[in-house]
């Protein structure tokens, strides 16, 4: 037994196995896209992500096995809401035609359309920064960090700055005895201090425009003043002086007043509280009412109003109310510890500017996302080894594809052994835009593209059926084959099944390893081949 014989056995056993793994990645994927198993997976994995829990573990009390039931089935209404966002929707692209029909029939027949909650299917992938937008649009974070805004800057105009200067201007006037004294530049200032607040709470300017106009107003109020006082009055020094420390505190208190990636989600927690507090029923005074806990009426009181005022200034596409109180119910406790962690991280990056800190929010929420997908590949691929192994398993069968007897079979004919080599190198020699792409790279869902769209699956299925009719193959069921492959007069019939159960297994197993894997192979074995059968031709040739 010399090295090119066993060359040529083993390519004969690679082309087998390759075609094999081809038909068999046909199906598998025929399967895949009938029954939805990656949208299905998919919309599992996303759930898992949002409750924080698959099941309740089996330790636990009924009482944690009722709250993780709760939030497991709040998961699946938050990934109701975000499978209906037009995001997501606009990725879910149904298959048309008979495949797509015959996938909505499934679908309906073992009840995928629970899965996707009246839907016949869902998308079966999703980019982390498209899952990122639609979370922060279905929880509204935008509109929360507005209102807070909103929020701050009116405490800013009306409780900080407009009262600190009324109280300067009061004091010059008690001291001049001049009740009327700036009357009108106050005026002014408070105009345009309510002008600043209206322009932003109608989203006409961003929050850093109305601060620096915000400053500018008190300049041109300081201004007028100084026009407007004499220069010689000690008294009107004075207050000019203490004016103009005001306005020089005024960026740090600025800077305060802008709110926090950590605030918005802060607020985002505290609204769901209260809205699971509305969500028990009862009047809400009555409710602030027999609250006993002080901490617990502060955060009512603080939430309540924010949280009705969400609700008006929420629209749908359609220009329909949102109803906010909902989402916040079902939003699980995981996410929003989650976005909690989050928030603190962006906060050490982005300290003051709230658009900067909501971006990279996005891209940590794209991150968390990215890192619960990877973990739900690993265990999608295991699963799909699985279904590969019984694919494998049941063509094998169903081709009569015994590993064992195809050995045999090439071991005892060199034209059944020249007939695979030759197809086999063929089949290498015919594809080099399929072999350059393949080579490319070591993904094997890129390698399986390269094969099937670079002609291999087709150049395979050809050489395929010109051997069928070219010599006698040492597969399937026809009676030539099947007669020398069963002998239970030699070997007895609980052998013989036994020897061909273990073929048609290590077949299965083979053809589960994938058509990539023996593509490569084969391309290995058939350039070792070429090499070693050079010196001989050159000999041959002198």
């Known amino acids: 037994m010399n090295l090119p014989f066993i060359l040529e ?27 939805q198993w990656r949208a299905k997976h ?7 992500l949002i409750a924080g829990e698959s099941k309740p573990p089996l330790d636990s009390n ?36 008979l495949v797509g029909q015959l ?57 900080k700055l407009l009262p600190t200067i009324t109280e300067l201007v009061d004091d010059l006037r008690n001291s001049k005895g001049n009740g009327r004294l700036l009357q009108r530049e106050l005026q002014i200032l408070a105009t345009e201090l309510d002008d600043v607040y209206q322009d932003f709470a109608g989203r006409q300017l961003s929050l850093a425009v109305a601060f620096e106009r915000t ?5 041109r109020f300081i201004a007028a003043a100084e026009a407007t006082l004499p220069e010689a009055d000690h008294l009107c020094q004075r207050f000019l002086k203490r004016l103009g420390s005001f306005d020089r505190d005024i960026p740090s208190l600025i800077e305060e007043m802008i709110p926090s990636v950590s605030e918005v989600i802060g607020e985002l927690k505290n609204l769901s509280w209260v809205a699971q507090k509305l969500q028990q029923g009862g009047d809400p005074r009555l409710m602030l009412a027999r609250m006993t806990d002080e901490a617990q009426r502060v955060r009512f009181q603080q939430g309540y109003p924010l949280l009705q005022a969400m609700n008006q200034a929420i629209k749908s596409p359609d220009q ?23 928030a603190k991280l962006v906060q050490d990056r982005t300290l003051t500017d709230i658009q900067a800190g909501l971006h990279e929010l996005q891209r940590e929420i794209a991150a968390w996302y990215d890192r619960a997908m990877d973990r739900a590949s690993g265990v999608y691929r295991r699963n799909a080894k699985g279904v590969a192994l019984i694919i494998g398993f049941l063509l094998a069968v169903a081709t009569n594809t015994d590993t064992l007897h195809v050995i045999q079979r090439l071991a005892k004919e060199p034209t059944l052994r020249e007939t695979y080599s030759q197809a086999a ?29 670079g002609g291999i699956n087709a150049s395979a299925t050809d050489l395929s059926q010109a051997l069928d009719q070219a010599t006698d193959l040492p597969l399937g069921w026809a009676n030539n084959n099947w007669q020398e492959q069963w ?51 050159t000999t041959n040739g002198r």
């Not at 499934?106 to 982390?128: C, E, H, K, T, W």
């Not at 119910?329 to 962690?341: A, D, I, K, R």
């Not at 080099?432 to 869902?445: G, S």
Request: aromatic share 8%; charged share 15%.
């Open 9 to 35: 056995v083993g390519i004969g056993l690679l082309f087998i196995y390759l075609t094999l793994s081809l038909l068999a990645s046909e199906f598998q994927e025929l399967l895949t896209t009938v029954l």
């Open 42 to 48: 998919l919309r599992e994995a996303i759930e898992i």
């Open 62 to 97: 009924a009482s944690q096995t009722q709250e993780i039931s709760a939030e497991i089935e709040h998961s699946r209404s938050l990934a109701t809401t975000l499978y209906n966002h037009p995001l997501l929707k606009s990725l879910n692209q149904e298959a048309k035609g």
């Open 103 to 159: 996938g909505q029939f499934v679908s309906r027949a073992m009840g995928l359309v629970n899965v996707f909650d009246g839907q016949s299917s869902g998308p079966s992938y999703i980019p982390s920064e498209t899952f990122a937008d639609t979370l922060i649009n279905t929880l509204h974070l935008d509109e929360l960090t507005q209102k807070l805004s909103e929020i701050k800057l009116y405490q800013f105009i009306h409780d």
């Open 215 to 219: 400053a500018a107003s008190l300049k």
């Open 320 to 342: 329909k109310s949102v109803n906010y109180d909902q989402i916040l119910v079902q939003t699980p406790p995981h996410v929003l510890s989650s976005l909690e962690t989050m």
């Open 425 to 453: 190198t063929a089949l290498v020699e015919r594809n080099p835009e399929a072999i350059a792409c393949f080579n490319a790279t070591d993904n094997r869902a890129e390698q399986n593209k390269c094969l099937k769209e």
């Open 487 to 537: 002998q239970p007069n030699r070997r007895g019939i609980f052998a013989s099944v036994f020897y061909l159960v273990v073929g048609w297994a290590t077949t299965g197993i083979a053809i589960a390893m994938g058509a990539p894997f023996w593509f490569d192979l084969i391309q290995k074995v058939v350039g070792a081949r070429n090499a070693g059968n050079r010196p001989s031709s």
